[in-house]
């Protein structure tokens, strides 16, 4: 059985791994493909993990939110591109998605008066930038009820096969 880390700044593989109570070495037989040197340069930050192997640990450490942290902090084009999803409640996400449905639902009709001629003029593009942000708020929403959705199935409290057969 290996040592307990006391390392306080640990990065969010070795938090998702220590959560399964896994070692490295119990870590790299269960992914398989992974050695314990490579976990351990991977979690003091001497290397960054490639996406299969992220894969393989947000599978194994039962931690979906470890692909979209990879994407959004470690990966050249997804820093660019892809925002940050928090884990929250469902009740929150809930909230959140009704709160932003209600305002637009207040700006849809601006903004079908704002693109039916196809074009976007200068006094039009403040209220269209408000509308877009708010869509902006729903994308996120709507990604982090997929990101909670995962968890549910990680953690095993939603069959993964009931959901397929719809």
């Known amino acids: 059985m290996g040592r307990k880390s006391t390392k306080e700044n640990k990065n969010i593989y070795q938090t998702s791994r220590e ?8 870590a790299a037989e269960k992914l398989g493909f992974i050695s ?9 930050e001497r290397t960054l993990p490639h996406p299969e192997e992220v894969l393989a640990m947000a599978d194994c450490y039962k931690n979906p939110s470890l692909c979209n ?6 990966c050249p084009i997804g820093i660019e591109y892809v925002p940050e999803i928090k884990t929250k409640e469902l009740s929150q996400i809930t909230l959140e998605m ?19 001629d196809g074009e976007l003029t ?29 968890h549910t199935i990680a953690s095993g409290k939603i069959d993964k096969t009931l959901l397929d057969e719809r």
């Open 19 to 26: 959560e399964m109570s896994y070692s490295r070495d119990t």
């Open 36 to 44: 314990s040197d490579r976990i351990e340069k991977i979690e003091n």
């Open 69 to 74: 942290y990879f994407c959004s902090h470690e």
């Open 98 to 116: 009704l709160a932003t449905l209600n305002k637009l639902s207040h700006a849809k009709e601006r903004l079908i008066e704002i693109t039916v």
């Open 122 to 150: 200068q006094d039009e593009l403040p209220d269209f930038l408000k509308i877009k942000e708010e869509l902006e708020k729903m994308a996120l929403a709507i990604d982090s009820l997929n990101l909670w959705m995962n």
